[in-house]
């Protein structure tokens, strides 16, 4: 079977998303099933996100991770599409099982001044407040959905300094974990009615409320939960 290429597209733009926090078993499972029928993309992912200085992103995401908002930078190990240092800074919204994105590739160095000019005057004074990162796998067989494993998840401290040194993101250059989530993170992401009705099934079926960026702050400081 073929694979879709790992990209930016309407599935990333808007779509149904589902959450499953699977035990590591129990991923493997699934990720051997999703094997049958596709060859999966691998990579590893850091994330930095951003919040006021009242953590009033992080709460609303420990309360309602299916109504809120969250702002990052990603960047992606290997990154397929440039050979120069850059990550995506983005605007997630998320509300009843709908995500839409609005995103954008700087340089490192481009950040905190992109932050100023575009994403401040719209959501107030912004800084780096967790870091996570994992391995990803991606499976993706149509342009109307992909499943999404994330497994050796980690919270690290973030701030300004990640982005100095204008080089690679990679989850090597962030501080040292100060803690992990053991289960593996299952994202199911879709056009309406796109899913295998075997996946939709089990989505239906485990389908949580999660948020690595409340999970991580959580963790760090003990603003808000939102563990399982």
Do not use: N
Not at 3 to 15: L, M, P, Q, S, Y
């Amino acid at each position: 079977m073929g694979t879709v290429a790992f990209a930016d597209g309407g599935i990333t733009r808007i779509r149904c998303e589902t959450k499953l926090l699977l035990e590591p078993a129990e991923a493997e499972r699934l990720a051997r099933a999703l094997e049958a029928e596709m060859e999966p993309y691998e990579c590893r992912v850091a994330a930095i996100y951003f919040d006021s200085p009242d953590a009033k992103l992080a709460r609303r995401a420990a309360i309602s991770p299916d109504d809120c908002l969250k702002v990052r930078a990603k960047a992606y190990d290997p990154d397929l599409g440039s050979e120069r240092a850059r990550v995506v800074l983005e605007v997630k919204r998320e509300r009843g099982g709908m995500t839409s994105k609005e995103r954008v590739w700087v340089a490192p160095r481009e950040v905190a001044a992109q932050v100023e000019r575009t994403l401040v005057p719209v959501f107030g004074p912004l800084a780096p407040s967790v870091a996570s990162s994992y391995r990803r796998r991606v499976f993706q067989r149509h342009a109307a959905w992909r499943v999404t494993i994330d497994d050796d998840l980690r919270f690290h401290g973030a701030d300004w300094l990640l982005f100095a040194s204008g080089e690679r993101l990679t989850a090597s250059a962030l501080r040292p974990p100060f803690a992990e989530e053991p289960r593996t993170v299952v994202e199911l992401k879709h056009a309406p009615g796109a899913l295998p009705r075997w996946l939709a099934a089990i989505g239906q079926a485990r389908g949580v409320r999660y948020s690595k960026f409340a999970a991580g702050t959580a963790e760090g400081d003990g603003v808000g939960s939102s563990r399982a």
